[in-house]
């Protein structure tokens, strides 16, 4: 049987969606790859279908016992041969299976990786046909990823000890630079074809707005969006309370979600919320798994979340119908603040081996420095995200806030020197903040306490307004010509294309809105 047959007779579809055909092609080329797709996207497909075509067996490499018995389950039921081989057997299930497997009546093994390396399950391997092993939720291998599996790092050792390299498929749903050359090398991909695709929610609208009174911004988005149904995210519950009263107390038929209420108050929310008793829903992020309403039209993000997958997971619930939808983003430096404490008392880590601490540490202000750009660029929003899952945007998406604006591109190449030169002048010691009060030449006792309003640039920008400095020196920042250090104190410090600004070798230059911080055609 050829694919489109497989499909069709095994799975019932009649045609290939997204990236599944050019996987399935690469992998019986005999090529490595490795899919890039969201979840739901369909990945089981690429090697499930392959693995009826190749001769001999496919290993499927999976971190959940659920997960297998679920695949196991379907795949039986549509009349392929599959095993599943985990701890959830007992010692003579597994060996009953395993001789089954010898006599070659699997195609499909699921297997978990913390087998892969034990003596029973090696001799088999080593004497059966091994055509390929697929690794599902492959950023498991990753310590950069949110779910690490230690038993990941053994599958290549187990693939060296083959008498044959079979053909390595690797699929995963997160993929951001990070995750990915930790994929390609820990999983020892060879010459491998990296397709990433299906990001992209082209009907979603998004935007990042700075309003001084966010809850007056929320509630003037939900007055012009009457009888729509849509999410507030909210970073704290204490902030869900507030905002679901306020809410409530303005007249809005809102509910909420958060982890500190009763089980029972939750699933009555959740279903107020779904069968559009209370189309608004004000949540933290506990709200949304397993969620499919389709009619969301908004969310709405009361504060910065975390980094950019807890972003596009939560603003992905908008428009699950493919009708266009909104995602706007409130955005206060405070959020910045509230995050690093997050992330600095997270008690998750506390488990970890301080040195692994200190690397998730690391990582997570890494993820919140980009969520944090996301919240400050100029250029198309959608084209940051996509760019950030690894999958090439257009630049110009049409349909994002930026996008929308129009801007001028302006020089700033003095500002921009006088900036840096503040930095260096003080000795690469302070915080944003300093730096912009000292160019502006605020006179506060912090600054005279620094000797700030004795440093050579105090007060050289006094005339441009507070705004637009912050603008530039984000700016600076997003294209490194600063950098900020990942401390619980953030410090600006020089780079390289530092020198280049204050030597005159580099002019900068920056998109900026004409009309600040505001959408198109909306009254605030
Ligand atoms: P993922 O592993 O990427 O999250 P799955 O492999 O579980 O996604 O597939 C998600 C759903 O999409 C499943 O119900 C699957 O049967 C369905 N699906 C997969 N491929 C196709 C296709 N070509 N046409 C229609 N439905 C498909
Ligand atoms: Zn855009």
Same mark, same amino acid.
């Given at each position: 049987?050829?694919?489109?047959?497989?499909?069709?007779?095994?799975?019932?579809?009649?045609?290939?969606?997204?990236?599944?055909?050019?996987?399935?092609?690469?992998?019986?080329?005999?090529?490595?790859?490795?899919?890039?797709?969201?979840?739901?996207?369909?990945?089981?497909?690429?090697?499930?279908?392959?693995?009826?075509?190749?001769?001999?067996?496919?290993?499927?490499?999976?971190?959940?016992?659920?997960?297998?018995?679920?695949?196991?389950?379907?795949?039986?039921?549509?009349?392929?041969?599959?095993?599943?081989?985990?701890?959830?057997?007992?010692?003579?299930?597994?060996?009953?299976?395993?001789?089954?497997?010898?006599?070659?009546?699997?195609?499909?093994?699921?297997?978990?990786?913390?087998?892969?390396?034990?003596?029973?399950?090696?001799?088999?391997?080593?004497?059966?046909?091994?055509?390929?092993?697929?690794?599902?939720?492959?950023?498991?291998?990753?310590?950069?990823?949110?779910?690490?599996?230690?038993?990941?790092?053994?599958?290549?050792?187990?693939?060296?000890?083959?008498?044959?390299?079979?053909?390595?498929?690797?699929?995963?749903?997160?993929?951001?630079?990070?995750?990915?050359?930790?994929?390609?090398?820990?999983?020892?991909?060879?010459?491998?074809?990296?397709?990433?695709?299906?990001?992209?929610?082209?009907?979603?609208?998004?935007?990042?707005?700075?309003?001084?009174?966010?809850?007056?911004?929320?509630?003037?988005?939900?007055?012009?969006?009457?009888?729509?149904?849509?999410?507030?995210?909210?970073?704290?519950?204490?902030?869900?309370?507030?905002?679901?009263?306020?809410?409530?107390?303005?007249?809005?038929?809102?509910?909420?979600?958060?982890?500190?209420?009763?089980?029972?108050?939750?699933?009555?929310?959740?279903?107020?919320?779904?069968?559009?008793?209370?189309?608004?829903?004000?949540?933290?992020?506990?709200?949304?798994?397993?969620?499919?309403?389709?009619?969301?039209?908004?969310?709405?993000?009361?504060?910065?979340?975390?980094?950019?997958?807890?972003?596009?997971?939560?603003?992905?619930?908008?428009?699950?119908?493919?009708?266009?939808?909104?995602?706007?983003?409130?955005? +206060?430096?405070?959020? !910045?603040?509230?995050? *690093? =404490?997050?992330?600095?008392? &997270?008690?998750?880590? #506390?488990?970890?081996?301080? %040195?692994?601490?200190?690397?998730?540490?690391?990582?997570?202000?890494?993820?919140?420095?980009?969520?944090?750009?996301?919240?400050?660029?100029?250029?198309?929003?959608?084209?940051?995200?996509?760019?950030?899952?690894?999958?090439?945007?257009?630049?110009?998406?049409?349909?994002?806030?930026?996008?929308?604006?129009?801007?001028?591109?302006?020089?700033?190449?003095?500002?921009?020197?006088?900036?840096?030169?503040?930095?260096?002048?003080?000795?690469?010691?302070?915080?944003?903040?300093?730096?912009?009060?000292?160019?502006?030449?605020?006179?506060?006792?912090?600054?005279?306490?620094?000797?700030?309003?004795?440093?050579?640039?105090?007060? +050289?920008?006094?005339? !441009?307004?507070?705004? *637009? =400095?912050?603008?530039?020196? &984000?700016?600076?920042? #997003?294209?490194?010509?600063? %950098?900020?250090?990942?401390?619980?104190?953030?410090?600006?410090?020089?780079?390289?294309?530092?020198?280049?600004?204050?030597?005159?070798?580099?002019?900068?230059?920056?998109?900026?809105?004409?009309?600040?911080?505001?959408?198109?055609?909306?009254?605030?």
């Amino acid at each position: 049987m050829n694919k489109y047959e497989i499909l069709k007779t095994y799975f019932g579809y009649d045609s290939f969606r997204g990236a599944q055909e050019i996987l399935i092609d690469q992998i019986l080329s005999g090529r490595d790859v490795l899919g890039i797709m969201p979840t739901g996207a369909g990945k089981s497909l690429c090697y499930q279908i392959p693995a009826l075509m190749l001769d001999g067996i496919t290993l499927v490499i999976s971190p959940l016992i659920s997960l297998m018995k679920d695949q196991v389950g379907s795949l039986n039921q549509a009349g392929i041969h599959a095993a599943y081989l985990n701890s959830s057997l007992t010692p003579g299930q597994y060996r009953k299976a395993l001789s089954y497997a010898r006599q070659g009546r699997y195609p499909i093994i699921y297997v978990a990786p913390e087998r892969l390396l034990t003596p029973e399950f090696l001799d088999f391997a080593r004497n059966a046909r091994i055509s390929m092993v697929a690794v599902d939720e492959a950023h498991c291998v990753s310590q950069w990823g949110q779910d690490f599996r230690p038993g990941y790092l053994r599958i290549a050792d187990f693939i060296r000890e083959l008498p044959a390299r079979p053909v390595v498929s690797a699929f995963t749903a997160t993929a951001t630079r990070e995750v990915r050359d930790d994929i390609l090398e820990l999983l020892d991909l060879r010459d491998p074809a990296v397709t990433s695709t299906g990001f992209d929610r082209g009907n979603l609208y998004f935007a990042v707005e700075t309003p001084r009174d966010r809850y007056g911004a929320v509630k003037g988005y939900i007055e012009e969006h009457s009888g729509e149904s849509g999410i507030v995210y909210c970073l704290t519950r204490k902030q869900v309370d507030e905002v679901c009263g306020h809410l409530i107390r303005d007249g809005f038929p809102a509910t909420r979600y958060h982890a500190g209420l009763s089980d029972e108050e939750r699933r009555k929310n959740q279903e107020d919320f779904i069968y559009d008793r209370a189309p608004l829903m004000v949540a933290t992020n506990a709200f949304g798994m397993g969620i499919d309403k389709s009619n969301v039209r908004f969310v709405l993000h009361y504060g910065m979340p975390k980094n950019i997958e807890s972003y596009y997971q939560e603003a992905g619930r908008a428009g699950r119908d493919g009708e266009p939808a909104e995602c706007i983003l409130y955005y +206060s430096g405070q959020d !910045v603040i509230t995050n *690093r =404490l997050f992330i600095e008392n &997270n008690r998750d880590n #506390l488990e970890l081996d301080p %040195e692994t601490a200190e690397l998730v540490r690391g990582r997570d202000l890494d993820r919140l420095k980009k969520m944090t750009f996301y919240c400050c660029t100029n250029e198309c929003l959608r084209d940051y995200i996509l760019r950030y899952f690894g999958e090439y945007g257009s630049n110009y998406c049409g349909n994002c806030a930026n996008c929308r604006k129009e801007f001028e591109t302006a020089e700033v190449t003095e500002a921009a020197r006088i900036m840096i030169g503040c930095v260096k002048a003080c000795g690469q010691r302070y915080g944003i903040n300093v730096i912009l009060d000292t160019v502006r030449g605020a006179e506060t006792e912090k600054l005279r306490q620094y000797r700030m309003t004795e440093n050579p640039c105090f007060g +050289s920008l006094s005339r !441009v307004p507070a705004y *637009r =400095l912050r603008q530039i020196m &984000n700016h600076l920042l #997003l294209n490194g010509y600063l %950098e900020t250090t990942d401390g619980s104190y953030s410090v600006v410090k020089l780079t390289e294309r530092s020198e280049d600004v204050l030597c005159g070798a580099e002019t900068v230059t920056m998109k900026m809105a004409k009309e600040p911080e505001r959408r198109p055609g909306k009254a605030r």
